[in-house]
């Protein structure tokens, strides 16, 4: 049985096999957009809603960089 997905693109069925080259996009065309949206931050990860990790993270190098001098 050949599993398939969507194109994240144009949502056409692509088959999840060896040979589909593009894949999980159905073509080269479908994955330039995709990296073009990423490119011009059409796509972005977001933070956890309420947290800064960041900067929980820059304060405990600052702390541990303190305590060795």
Excluded: N, Y
Excluded at 29 to 53: Q, T, V, Y
């Amino acid at each position: 049985m050949t599993v398939t997905v969507k194109c994240p693109t144009c949502q056409r069925p692509v088959p999840w096999v060896p040979g589909s080259k593009w894949r999980p996009f159905c073509s080269e065309r479908c994955r330039l957009i995709d990296l073009g949206d990423w490119l011009d931050e059409s796509h972005r990860i977001s933070e956890p809603a309420g947290e800064d990790l960041g900067r929980d993270w820059l304060d405990a190098d600052a702390d541990e960089g303190e305590r060795r001098h």
